[in-house]
């Protein structure tokens, strides 16, 4: 026979009664909207915050116009020119992180895949990315599922059409941002992040106890749901 | 990181018709154009191990070194060029090496001269790749003089030369006239500061070069414990980096620095930095959780550190479960391993070697020097086991290691009266003393003098494996060491406990065997031995032989002459008080004999040496002359009358009354007991 603990039962009022006896302030709140645009490479947004909010941009600023084109290139789809920005910045970065490298080169056979020209896609995936997959047996996986694009007529409507997506060259962008950040010592991902991070893991610690709370379901919205 | 992926020479490379295009594009007047293919060809590079390959078989090495040297070309120019060699030594390991053959390491280092820094920087990050590959030239670092104390100089002018400089310096720095180079051209000065970098991959190289620059040095050790940082002393500093919110790389590194410096007398082994920090990190470092070769590193550190001590000895022993933890090492692989990867399972199975002598070599440190930590070792379940197992392991490495530990077992009497005996060491000890190297031999025979010193009854088998043959061998050696164990353990052999069981006496049949595989030209000869230590075990060995009646008539009938001969040497030559006595004890053995009697009382000349030592300054001379004279005159013994009427002549008995007068108890005694067998 096994003791249960009771646990408290909260209604949602009551949660957000508490939430909202918490106070934040709005210094703290500026201070992580601006280490997020800068981290992230708005530089503009940055600038315009600073001046609004009235809040210095206390990190360092040395590469950040540097990774806003590197960024700006990769969202167009100019993936050579972005790897030539970084070639210049970092000649190191992308000789020690093979994968990442690999990630670059995979955009680029997407955008050619894009475009439909089927031989420089054939081309490049053979001159270039046969070498990564003999490196490393992950690579190999997705290596497949990019050149099955090639087999279709509309390859955003085949099962791995995500890859087309935009949210794509955002992904590859992102990771190559932070493995900037890293090398410069820097820390690579942006500290709201790290909070949002803080709260999921937060959440799944009081569901292991199987506590009854008020959930936070969508991180992007802020909705608080009834406990259930 | 460098990756190996083995380089494929393909005619049908599809890049190559690109390759030849870079390379002419490097040959043409315009120079903004040649920077342009420059930096193309450093894009096309980069990532690609293939069309490294590919560029150095078309000689781009060549073209890039001769930008590099040019002092005329632009700046930008040189460094890109330098660029490009970095990301070729980020290529296999056969392309690193062709780099180094084609020279490019020289002009690399001539290079750091420059005052441009992104240039030097370029350079100095190709050169961090190839030393620390392989295939690294550590000998080219050191051959312009100029270069080392440059690189101290200019170390501090970014993260960038900060970093790679450390790299270059803790891999190239393996000697101590290395140590003395680096340390004269004031490395800890220099470096001490980046300890405390926040940047991690500036402190981690940092930290290596202490590490290989306090190995076995006192000088720099003692310099390094007093150095300071902002004001801190630098082993504090140390301390930190030893913490566990550090990466598992840093804690070692830092605890193998303090160990060093310990080692080196530059920091007590009492300190508490030692006690408190280093020792309990790296019995941390041994732990399950840990991967295989954290945990090989952190135990050879260990037995290093308490290799010498007997208190740490004590307080690792009784921390956090060592010796269980170690004797996993032993069982490893086992039902309790969990399989993380394959790969990793791969890596693991291939060098369990390395734990087993690791842990053999730890055991070997905990046990050498305290009784209770042996019997806590041995008591351990199967330990043993595994430890005679080690001495016939495939791996020689394991073998040394588990002789060492056998060794420091060895050392406690009790044991060898109960658990050796249990445990067939012998036959396995045996084979290794077979084509040993000296290492091993030194080790291993020492091993063996200490078991046979009480294991007697099994030394019927020892007989019969050769074990006298060998030990006899290793009389012969031109290494005293060596000669000294063998002549030791046949003097063990040899040894005969005056006791009614019958068990352990040597027998007749053991000495005759030892005289005869020695040889009596052996004996004497090593009776000669400019060693004293060889000298002293012969007479050892001699007094054993002529330990009983019986063997001691049987060997002086075989050998009398030549034995007294060679007593008369040493008693006439410039020997020490303890070998002189030795030397003394045996003409009293002898004098213990039947037969063996007449061999003194023939010779007058030794007659007239034992009466000189009776009134010798040293009394234990005199004790062991009178002892002597005590046997011959004897007066149960037949023939006694003549003995005491010739000694009597001589003077002796008078020489006895004189002695009477002696403080000395054991000198009376012998004194008394010998007048009264006068008649």
Not at chain 1, 18 to 36: E, Q, V, W
Not at chain 1, 136 to 152: G, P, R, S
Not at chain 1, 203 to 211: A, F, G, I, N, P
Not at chain 2, 116 to 134: D, M
Request: some cysteine.
């Amino acid at each position: 026979m096994s003791f249960t603990e009771k646990h408290e039962e909260i209604t949602k009022q009551e949660w957000m009664d508490r939430l909202n006896s918490l106070h934040i302030s709005r210094a703290d709140m500026n201070r992580l909207i601006m280490n997020y645009l800068v981290t992230e490479g708005f530089k503009e947004a940055a600038e315009k915050f600073r001046v609004e909010a009235g809040i210095p941009m206390n990190m360092d600023t040395e590469s950040l116009d540097e990774r806003i084109k590197i960024r700006d290139a990769i969202q167009k789809g100019e993936i050579e020119e972005a790897m030539a920005l970084v070639n210049n910045l970092h000649p190191e970065l992308l000789d020690d992180n093979r994968y990442l490298y690999f990630h670059l080169q995979q955009q680029h056979l997407i955008e050619l895949i894009r475009k439909k020209d089927v031989e420089g896609a054939l081309q490049y995936a053979q001159t270039h990315l046969a070498e990564r997959g003999e490196e490393n047996a992950d690579v190999l996986n997705e290596l497949e599922k990019t050149l099955a694009l090639l087999a279709f007529e509309n390859p955003e409507d085949s099962p791995f059409g995500e890859l087309l997506h935009p949210s794509q060259r955002q992904k590859v962008a992102s990771e190559l941002n932070s493995a900037i950040l890293e090398v410069e010592n820097r820390e690579s991902t942006p500290k709201l992040a790290n909070m949002l991070k803080l709260l999921l893991w937060a959440q799944h610690e009081l569901d292991q106890k199987k506590v009854k709370y008020p959930h936070m379901t969508d991180l992007a919205k802020g909705d608080i749901e009834d406990p259930k | 990181m460098l990756m190996d992926t083995s380089d494929m020479i393909c005619d049908t490379y599809p890049g190559e018709m690109i390759g030849r295009e870079y390379m002419e594009n490097l040959y043409g007047e315009d120079m903004d154009r040649v920077l342009h293919s420059v930096v193309k060809l450093k894009n096309a590079v980069i990532g690609n191990n293939k069309q490294k390959f590919h560029m150095m078989s078309l000689g781009v090495v060549g073209r890039l070194l001769e930008f590099i040297q040019n002092e005329r070309a632009a700046v930008g120019l040189r460094t890109e060029s330098a660029i490009v060699l970095g990301s070729l030594a980020k290529g296999s390991q056969a392309n690193v090496k062709r780099l180094v053959d084609s020279g490019v390491v020289p002009i690399l280092l001539q290079c750091l001269n420059n005052s441009n820094l992104k240039f030097v920087e370029g350079c100095l990050r190709c050169l961090r790749s190839i030393f620390t590959s392989q295939a690294a030239p550590v000998e080219l670092l050191y051959t312009d003089p100029g270069v080392v104390p440059h690189m101290l100089d200019i170390v501090s002018q970014s993260p960038t030369t900060q970093e790679c400089i450390c790299s270059i310096l803790a891999q190239c720095c393996k000697t101590s006239e290395h140590q003395g180079l680096l340390y004269s051209n004031g490395v800890i000065e220099s470096l001490a500061p980046l300890l405390a970098s926040k940047m991690y991959k500036v402190q981690m190289p940092a930290l290596r070069v202490f590490c290989v620059i306090t190995y076995t040095n006192q000088i720099v050790s003692s310099a390094v414990a007093s150095a300071t940082v902002s004001e801190r002393p630098l082993p504090d500093l140390l301390v930190e980096l030893c913490l566990r919110d550090k990466s598992v790389e840093m804690q070692m590194s830092s605890a193998k620095c303090l160990t060093y410096m310990c080692r080196a007398n530059a920091l007590s082994s009492q300190d508490s930095k030692i006690v408190y920090k280093a020792l309990p990190t790296l019995i941390r470092m041994c732990k399950k959780d840990r991967r295989l070769e954290e945990r090989v590193e952190g135990a050879e550190t260990l037995a290093y550190l308490i290799e010498v001590d007997l208190e740490l000895q004590r307080i690792a022993s009784y921390s956090d479960h060592l010796i269980p933890t170690l004797s996993e090492f032993l069982r490893y692989p086992s039902t309790q391993t969990t399989v993380m990867d394959l790969k990793r399972l791969d890596y693991d199975m291939k060098h369990s070697y390395e734990l087993r002598a690791a842990a053999l070599m730890a055991f070997a440190s905990l046990g050498a020097n305290d009784e209770d930590i042996r019997k806590k070792i041995i008591e351990t379940e199967n330990l043993m086991d595994h430890v005679v197992c080690g001495l016939s392991d495939p791996v020689i490495r394991v073998r040394l290691a588990a002789v060492r530990c056998l060794h420091s077992l060895s050392r406690s009497v009790q044991q060898l009266r109960t658990s050796f005996q249990d445990h067939a060491v012998w036959k396995p000890l045996m084979k290794l003393l077979q084509n040993a190297d000296d290492d091993m031999l030194t080790v291993a025979s020492s091993t063996l003098c200490n078991l046979l010193l009480e294991f007697s009854p099994s030394k019927e088998p020892m007989l019969e494996s050769g074990a006298v043959d060998l030990l006899c061998d290793l009389t012969k050696r031109d290494d005293p060491a060596l000669r000294l164990n063998g002549i030791w353990a046949l003097m063990n052999m040899a040894f005969q406990v005056e006791t009614k069981n019958m068990a352990f006496q040597a027998e007749q049949k053991v000495k005759s065997q030892i005289l005869v595989a020695l040889g009596t030209d052996q004996l004497f000869k090593l009776l000669s031995d400019p060693d004293v230590n060889v000298l002293m075990k012969t007479l050892g060995l001699l007094r054993n032989l002529l330990s009983n009646k019986p063997h001691i008539d049987h060997i002086m009938g075989m050998h009398g002459q030549q034995i007294m001969q060679a007593i008369v040497l040493i008693l006439e030559g410039e020997h020490t008080i303890e070998v002189k006595e030795q030397t003394l004890c045996i003409l009293a053995n002898i004098s213990d004999g039947t037969t063996a009697k007449d061999f003194i009382m023939a010779n007058d000349d030794v007659l007239k040496k034992i009466t000189n030592y009776m009134i010798h300054a040293n009394v234990r001379l005199q004790i062991a002359a009178t002892f002597c004279i005590s046997n011959l005159v004897w007066n149960e013994e037949e023939g006694a009358l003549e003995r005491q009427m010739k000694l009597r002549d001589m003077g002796v008995q008078k020489l006895l009354q004189q002695l009477l007068s002696s403080s000395d108890t054991v000198l009376f005694d012998k004194v008394k007991t010998a007048l009264q067998q006068f008649t």
